[in-house]
């Protein structure tokens, strides 16, 4: 059965191909001459979460690292080289971290999960849960409190990205990239932007006072 999904993507391709070159028959030359984005998207690896999709975004448009429940570490060495690259090298002028309400990571990270690794990776979102639980489990239903653990965890992660060598450095010199945090909401596909505790990571000096 699988067969049959691929086969359909590779037509799809075909179609996806045949279309652009009819738009510009140098659209993929162009392509192939190298990419200049202004975005990097650092989000959750959820099949439901194509971020182009969602934005009608296009090829070259968006620099895009995903992994389970959208995390930054400081010793991942695959995203550290996607963020160096992409403000040393890109100069990107945003960076946005998306999470998404059902994201199976946050509620693997309140529920508990099995696998050894996953259990592992989503260990800081389970302790974001543990330090917030007296305030999540005032909501209502499961949902509800994974999709506020949800909104928490990207705040957490654009902390944990500013907290990085990289991110230090870069913010020496101007122009700052700017930093972004969304949700999306898949009950309803649109993209909230959620508000950024920007004074609060000033006095910390995460972020520089003319920021
Ligand atoms: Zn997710």
Redesign the pocket.
């Known amino acids: 059965m699988s067969d049959d999904i691929i086969k359909k993507i590779m037509q799809n391709n075909k179609e996806f191909v045949e279309e652009a070159v009819k738009n510009d028959p140098y659209y993929f030359k162009k392509l192939s001459e190298g990419q200049k984005p202004s975005i990097l998207y650092i989000?959750?690896?959820?099949s439901r979460?194509p971020i182009t999709s969602f934005t009608k975004t296009m090829p070259g448009d968006i620099f895009i690292h995903r992994n389970?429940?959208?995390q930054v570490f400081t010793n991942d060495i695959n995203i550290l080289s996607v963020l160096e690259y992409a403000v040393e090298v890109l100069n990107i002028k945003y960076i946005v971290i998306a999470?998404?309400y059902?994201?199976?990571?946050?509620q693997s990270a309140i529920k508990g999960v099995n696998n050894p690794l996953t259990s592992n990776w989503i260990s800081t979102i389970r302790e974001l849960y543990l330090e917030n639980k007296e305030e999540i489990e005032k909501m209502n239903s499961f949902d509800n409190k994974a999709d506020y653990l949800?909104e928490l965890n990207v705040i957490y992660q654009i902390k944990r990205l500013l907290k990085t060598s990289i991110m230090k450095n870069r913010l020496k010199k101007k122009p700052y990239p700017l930093i972004i945090g969304w949700i999306i909401d898949i009950y309803t596909g649109y993209i909230k932007e959620l508000p950024l505790p920007i004074d609060i990571w000033k006095k910390l000096e995460l972020l520089p006072f003319d920021y």
């Open positions: 989000g959750c690896s959820d979460m389970i429940g959208n999470g998404h059902q994201c199976g990571a946050v949800s």
